[in-house]
């Protein structure tokens, strides 16, 4: 088991890390619209799913892997009426490879994000 740094994302805000590597597979842990330095992105949920890509990103290469290795992603959202907008993001990342994906909409997410999304990607 290989732990995931990288200082290219934000740093884990309770106890556990950024992902983790078993076996070939890459677990994210759920990335929000924070910066490398920790600040929440402004603007609406686009800007925030395009902070969040960022982030998935910068841990997908820190473990070796890519959005074109993801096999599933989960996305978590605080409006499913947002889910156009997100999905319309979503779509600019994964363009021609679409991993298996499940959305769910949620209550609250920490910091009060709009949108978290984690994924599981195969190690190149």
């Known amino acids: 088991m290989k732990v ?17 590597v078993v076996n070939n597979m890459f677990y994210s842990s759920g990335q929000i619209p924070l910066t490398a330095e920790g600040t929440m992105v402004e603007g609406d949920v686009k800007a925030q799913t395009h902070q969040v890509f960022k982030n998935l990103q910068a841990v ?18 605080k409006n499913m009426d947002d889910f156009g907008a997100i999905n319309e993001v979503y779509g600019e990342y994964f363009a021609s490879h679409k991993p298996a994906r499940s ?13 978290e999304i984690e994924v599981v990607a195969l190690v190149k």
């Open 60 to 77: 997908l290469t820190a473990a070796g892997a890519s959005f074109e290795t993801v096999v599933k992603a989960t996305v978590f959202i």
């Open 103 to 115: 959305c769910v909409e949620v209550a609250r997410l920490p910091k009060d994000a709009e949108v």
């Open 4 to 20: 995931v740094q990288t200082v290219h994302a934000p740093a884990a805000i309770g106890p556990y890390s950024q992902g983790i």
